[in-house]
């Protein structure tokens, strides 16, 4: 049984919440919980509740499932657009500030 959650539009960067993302991927739901719980990052707790979006999802899918036994089998980030603004610079210049975006997908699986 699989199941899936898509968190998009994410204002922050990719790089910082693949940081996260590598710290859960391949980790049991409930001890992927704590560590988001106690992540200092600010990208940890839209994705903790991206994790619980998806075990909502499994256990919608199926009453039956043991939220224990479920395990994040995949968590990947991409870019998403990006905003560009600018900012007045001396001499009638430009400067480019980019306000990045991401998407971030959660996948569970049942452990074996």
Known sequence: MEARAILRYHRGSVRKARLILDLIRGVAVPEAQKILMFSTKRVAAPIGKLLDSAVANAQQKDNRVDVS????ADAFGDDGPIMKRFQARAQGRAFVIRR?????TLVLREKE
């Open 100 to 104: 990045r975006t991401c998407h971030v």
């Open 69 to 72: 036994q479920l395990v994040v």
